[in-house]
């Protein structure tokens, strides 16, 4: 086939690929719970001769086990075995199975769980996943996932069938066949940026807080002048996902470029909101990254992280409720749910504040359906049994409660008013409980919070002031013909990303121009030029 040729296939497969856009950027601008249905799921108790699920009578009489690979530290209080211990009675009692979670912990979590998802291990039957930072698409592509036909889905997961519409569902489509399944029915943001103390802030002249990435490096310099025992943000920056989230963070930050998820190298970008099929790639180009780096070297220079930063694998995170560190890197939704109501009770009078990277540019998109969603192992030995327990976990509300909050009165009670709220003499670190569930949770069976930061609404109201939908959410990238040019870049970027993000990789300029020159020998300017044409491809396919 001559070039021509292959470039007509190329464009052709890639509207097919395409499907109708639709104004689903996010699951939803607020928390509102006004029109709970509270009914619950309908796959009814069965005998372990069979269960009946939506119109068909299946056969369960064996008794299987389901492992879900889910991203997270594995919680070592004991909670979470007897929470899971609960939930596997009622899921034998229910659909003759029991449910084994498979933690990828966050130390290097990115590689380990590409590689798990890649070694086709026939154990593995539900798998959390995501378009946007866990590379659903392309590990699809390579054969991780299962496709999922409209008549398994309507038969083992009839009531997930039914409350995803036609539009989102093509939204999970790959090729025109279904693979993930979408968490599209819970408000959240999950856009990052720093948690710090209010507290020390004033304490340090900035009276109205951290508001750009000039502004922390002044906060962590405080904190190193008055507070010599504590590490300004004692990171654990082992991998590559801190070095990609700081850099990525500097960008959105301080330029207009718009993040395109769900490919293996995360460097490129959509020019602006204005420009949107144009590709760019600030790691490639342009002052920015250079800037980032040099600010990096002054802050690891400076110590505001420890020497050792690219080995450690401490919790960041419990260091700051104890007050041996000033910061915590995470998103929105971490900070209301969990960090700043937990600092008010660890550290009262901490007033722990949100630096949203999307602050100091208004340069937010709306989360993505997909950016939790669900995947069934294409191995899976009982991949209909796996969809029956997520239907279950989804949308039943006596299991839904059970895995998502725990035990009542033990992990939460139910306040008179009907709120999820914490046992009197709670602890977190001896009673906390979590699955880290983020892959169908459902606000027709969610609780209001009385435990969350009360400013959330606010944060969502400044939020959905200046955010847009995501504009590529239905583009799928044909990469077949770079793949071997992506591998090599991939290599590249894990190399430098990190090092550079903390001023580990020696003379910031010297060190992306290297980065530079190593990402176009591996081939940047062949895929910058394939996908440059598909993107072009599907604006006109939209019409714009």
Known sequence: MGKTMKKLFSLMLVLVMVLSLTACGKSKDTTSNDSKDTTEGSTDNASNDGASTGDAAIDTSEHVTIKFVVLGNKPTNGQLETVMAELNKKLTEKVNAELELYWVEWADWQTQYNLLLASGDNTIDLIGTATDWLDAWPNSKKGASLELSEDMLKTYAPKTWESVSADHWNMCKLDGKIYLIPEDNYAQWTNHGFMYRGDWAKQFGLTN???????????????????????????????????????????????????????????????????????????????????????????????????????????????????????????????????????????????????????????????????????????????????????????DEEIYRLFNYGIEGTQYVITSDGKLDRPEGYDETNDSYSPNFWYGRNDNLELDNATWYEGKDQIFADYSSYSIDYPYSQLVFNTDEISSYMSNMSDVFSSYVTAIAFGKAGDPEQAVADFRKAMKDAGYDEVYKVLQEQLTAYKAYLGK
Do not use: C
């Not at 959509?270 to 780096?293: C, H, I, N, R, W």
């Open 209 to 395: 807080g951290v508001h750009s990435f000039t502004e922390l490096g002044q906060y962590f310099a405080g904190v190193k002048a008055n507070f010599p025992d504590v590490i300004p943000w004692d990171a654990s920056a082992s991998g590559q996902a801190f070095g990609q989230q700081l850099a990525g963070g500097y960008f959105q930050s301080n330029t207009q470029n718009l993040f395109i998820d769900g490919l293996d190298v995360p460097i490129f970008f959509g020019a602006s909101k204005d420009d949107m099929f144009t590709l760019v790639s600030p790691y490639m180009e342009g002052q920015e990254y250079v800037d980032f780096a040099k600010m990096m070297k002054e802050w690891g220079d400076a110590g505001y992280w420890r020497e050792d930063v690219l080995n450690y694998t401490g919790d960041t995170r419990e260091e700051m409720y104890a007050g041996q560190t000033g910061a915590d890197q995470h998103h929105t939704q971490t900070y209301y749910t969990t960090v700043r109501p937990q600092m008010d009770e660890k550290q009262p009078g901490s007033d722990v504040q949100f630096f949203s990277f999307s602050e100091p540019s208004k340069n937010l998109m709306n989360l993505v359906i997909t950016h939790g969603a669900l995947a069934v192992g294409a191995a899976s030995q009982h991949p209909e049994r796996a969809l029956m327990v997520y239907d279950l976990l989804r949308n």
